[in-house]
């Protein structure tokens, strides 16, 4: 025999409630208005859907697969924040800018620390044959038009399969990224390849998000950058293909206006590309960068 003690938590709003009072004595503020939120976002959602236990247990599956896959070259809960828009968003909340200043986007999860050190028109695509040459010019600014000498630059981009140097298994070595400085004018130049629309990492629990969901998986073609100066805020940002079909559907959410430049065909030799041993057809794309004074 057993007998009910009164009072005990019955409901589900009982539960919500008694789990919010578990939290009351978070001594630091802000953690504890972050979960608070989080608890009733999360009982709200919860009991708005009317969640059955079977899709309770395929949540935490797939949670436990996103997981799994994370290590030093895949890292599925980024491309899950990516293609949830949650990084776009907090992207949105914390990098306010100025008019004129260039906006951010998302990082993304193919960056890597220990990119070489590379000279002005330095090619950071040496091993790629398959692409069209391309040269990235332009300045490093301040809001008033100022340059900024000694801008440093780190510049990464998927080769012309659409890949990343770390999604080759058999390859070790950095690909398609370089660390450049503007010189005193504020000129920088990158010598690359065209950049390709590609698909993100889809073989994981994120790809059967969005099949399930009749989504692509598809990123418009684009180039990142971390530009960053002392006395300034670091932008991290791409610029994008204006011609690519993606630009109003990318899977990560992370096209902006202001970001997507015309990338100009090339099919006779100039001096430029005559000193930089660049046979035609090339490209060229020219984009300024602007910073705002750090705060
Ligand atoms: C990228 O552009 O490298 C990227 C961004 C978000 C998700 C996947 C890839
Ligand atoms: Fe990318």
Redesign the pocket.
Known sequence: MHTTVKGRSTTEDDITAEVLRRFEGTPDVRLREIVFALVRHLHGFVKDVNLTEAEWFSAIQFLTGTGQLCDDKRQEF??LS??LGV?MVVDLMNHRKPEGATEST??????REGAREMPPGGNIAPRDDGGSPMMISGRVLDLSGRPIAGARLDV???DSSGL?DSQYADRDELHMRGLFRTDSDGRYLVRTVRPVH?A??NDGPVGQMLRATNRHPW?PA?V?FVVSADGFEPVTT?IFDDTDPYLESD??F?VKDSLICHFVRHDARDDASQRLAIEPPFYTVDFDFVLKPRA
């Not at 998302?106 to 960056?111: E, N, R, T």
């Open positions: 980024i491309l990516d293609t990084s998302v990082f993304g999860p193919f960056h990464w981009q998927a990343y590609y993100i990492p990123r684009h990142h791409h899977t990560v992370a």
